[in-house]
Every structure is written in structure tokens, then in C-alpha cells.
């Protein structure tokens, strides 16, 4: 039977899962919110750029009025749009599922309970992403992690879903390596730690990866900030799950959890890589910051658990969205400021 499959949100990994499943011929329908993009995609197909290989898959895209007149339902969808973006895109397309459909959230930040809130939790699994990619022009996307170094787990988080995560784990393994969690919600806040000790602080100072990891200072920014997002995970009962590949034995018996974790990822994305947070300051566009590194400081709060390392990272991030300062190395100073309070 034919699986009819929706990817809501084209961004740069989305474009790489998308064009991934449409080559190995799956029935896959693209809905993006960007204008360009969209009519590129129509007019020209999707173009993915790696080291290895360049390649370009003729899609169907869709932009977001166009889904209104959708008279087909899905069978699986793929929320690929920004974490703060989640709850609308699911209202968006909650009409357009099947009655047993799933719906998979492969985000950063921890967007899969908003996912279950829209369309159930009997409709939703979790997922964990390692893929690093950028948007070069509309309908071209450079990826940095090709199939071979990408990586996915999906996992149920309410016995209602449980035992249909090998149906969406085929799909994603024409798009990277796949593994089952069965703790995929502590895998998410796993996975949220990386991101606390990287995507905001390097965009901050409007680095990529190789320039970012060069100065000595950021190495103690970053672990700082897993430190405190590693005690407000503990408190919020999760627990540290394999991510990136790594095994059991690599994240449960070490002293160097989050020096392992963060070597992991600066390793796979490589030299090249630019957080995606970096390409929201050059654009001007809102960042996940304040739900990932926002998200430790909120529950911290909480907990009475002091967090000051991803309050300053947070902070600083909402004063570049707000145009008060701007991102470069002016903001290290700041960073370092935090880690030594």
C-alpha cells in the first residue's frame, strides 16, 4: 500500500528528508511557508549539495495557502518547521490526516508533547535528528551530513503509539542511519543539551563551527551550559540516552559526558558547519534559542537551580533579535562574564 507522506516545513533539513524519500520513490508532498522556495522547488526541483555527490529530485511543493485545498489525507507527516512554529503547523495539517496516521516532530527542542496536545499522542512519535545543512538559494540546499553521517532515533512516549516506530524508522533510513529509543523523550532533552552547548553560543558570535571551537574561552561556555542543562534535565526526571550513534556504554560510563557529547557533534558536522541559529541572525528571523537554551532557564527557575550561562546565552540572543546589539566576537566577553559568576 502506498504511503502518503507530508514533510510541513522545507527549510534546509527538511529539503534533505524530502528530497531523500522522493528519490527512493515514496509518495511525498513538500509544504513550506517560503515563498521563493516553493516556486523554485516547482519550477526548478530540489537540489542537494554534499561533498560526495550533488544531485537534484523534481518534488511536488506546496505552499502553506495551498493546503486548504488538499482533498487527500496522509497517512505520515513530518514536522520539520521551527520548534516555536509546531502547534499552528499541526492545527494546519491535523485536518488532513488519516484517523490513523502518524505525525513526527523532527526538531530540535523538545516539540513532541506540543505535537500530542494538536493531533494525540496516539498519533505522535518522537524523534531525535543529527543532520547539518544550510539553504544556499532557494531550491538549493549544501548538506554537511550526508545519508552516511546522518542519524535519527524514533521512539513512542504513550503506549497508545507504541510498537509503530518501525513504519516511520523505514522511511528515515533512506535518510541516515535510524534507531528505535525506547526513551525518546530523554533522548530529546539529550539531544537539547548539544544544542545548549552549541547552536547559540557559536551563532552568538557569528562564527561557524571551525572559527567558534579555535578560541579557548567557548569550549568552557559550552560545557558550562550542558552542566546546567544536564542538572534541570536529572530534575525533570530524564535520562542521559545514546545519541549521534554514540553507545550506551560511551554516555553512561564516563566522567566526560558532556566533553563526549560535545566532541561527537563538532566532529560530524565538521569545520564547516553553521549553526542554523547564525543563519537566523544574518536574516534577522527569530531563533530557537529561547526554547532550547530559554527552556533550561525556564525549568531551572522552577527548581530553584541556577542556570546563568544559558540565561546570558538567551539573553544575548533576544537583544540581536530585537536589533539592540549585533552578533560577532564583541559578545565573547559577555559569554565568559556568565561562566565566571
Same mark, same amino acid.
Given at each position: ?19 531523500? =524519500? ?13 515563498? $521563493? &522556495? ?21 518534488? @511536488?511543493? /506546496? &505552499? ?5 485545498? #488538499?482533498?487527500?489525507? #496522509? ?56 543532520? $547539518? ?12 551530513? !550526508?545519508?552516511?553521517?546522518?542519524? #535519527? ?23 541516515? @542511519? ?22 547559540? !553560543?557559536?551563532? =552568538? ?9 579555535? *578560541? ?10 550542558? $552542566? ?6 536529572? @530534575? ?19 566522567? @566526560? ?23 537566523? /541572525? ?20 522552577? #527548581? ?15 537583544? *540581536? ?5 549585533? &552578533? ?14
Amino acid at each position: 500500500m502506498t504511503v502518503r507522506i507530508a514533510v510541513l516545513g522545507t527549510g534546509a533539513n527538511g529539503s534533505c528528508v524530502a528530497a531523500d =524519500l522522493t528519490r527512493a520513490g515514496h509518495d511525498t508532498v513538500l509544504i513550506d511557508q517560503w515563498p $521563493s &522556495h516553493v516556486e523554485a522547488m516547482r519550477t526548478g526541483g530540489l537540489t542537494i549539495q554534499m561533498a560526495e555527490e550533488e544531485f537534484r529530485v523534481a518534488v @511536488r511543493a /506546496h &505552499h502553506l495557502c495551498d493546503v486548504c485545498a #488538499f482533498t487527500d489525507r #496522509f497517512d505520515v507527516v513530518l514536522v520539520m518547521v521551527k520548534a516555536y512554529d509546531t502547534r499552528w503547523a499541526c492545527e494546519l495539517i491535523k485536518p488532513y490526516l488519516q484517523p490513523d496516521a502518524l505525525v513526527v516532530g523532527i526538531q530540535n527542542a523538545m516539540t513532541a508533547v506540543d505535537i500530542a496536545d494538536v493531533v494525540g499522542a496516539e498519533r505522535t512519535l518522537g524523534c531525535v535528528v543529527e543532520l $547539518s545543512s544550510q539553504i544556499a538559494a532557494p531550491g538549493r540546499v549544501e548538506r554537511n551530513t !550526508p545519508p552516511a553521517r546522518s542519524w #535519527f532515533a524514533v521512539g513512542s512516549f504513550d503506549p497508545r503509539s507504541a510498537g509503530r516506530e518501525g513504519e516511520i524508522a523505514s522511511l528515515l533510513e533512506h535518510c541516515g @542511519r535510524t534507531e528505535i529509543s525506547g526513551n525518546i523523550l530523554s533522548a530529546k532533552w539529550t539531544k537539547l543539551i548539544v544544542n545548549a552547548m552549541t547552536m547559540g !553560543p557559536h551563532a =552568538l558570535l557569528g562564527l561557524g563551527t571551525r572559527d567558534a571551537i579555535a *578560541i579557548p574561552q567557548m569550549r568552557e561556555v559550552a560545557l558550562r551550559a550542558g $552542566s546546567e542543562a544536564l542538572a534541570v534535565g536529572h @530534575r525533570l526526571g530524564y535520562s542521559i540516552e545514546p545519541v549521534f550513534g554514540l553507545t550506551r556504554e560511551d554516555v553512561r560510563n564516563t566522567n @566526560r559526558l558532556l566533553e563526549v557529547l560535545y566532541d561527537k557533534i563538532i566532529a560530524d558536522v565538521g569545520p564547516n558547519g553553521r549553526a542554523t541559529v547564525l543563519y537566523d /541572525h544574518d536574516t534577522g528571523r527569530l531563533s530557537e534559542v529561547d526554547w532550547i537554551n530559554g527552556a533550561v532557564v525556564e525549568a531551572g527557575a522552577r #527548581f530553584g537551580i541556577a542556570t546563568p550561562v544559558n540565561a546570558r546565552i538567551a539573553d544575548i540572543t533576544r537583544a *540581536i533579535h530585537a536589533g539592540e546589539i549585533r &552578533h560577532g566576537p564583541a559578545n565573547l566577553d559577555r559569554l565568559v562574564e556568565a561562566v565566571e559568576t
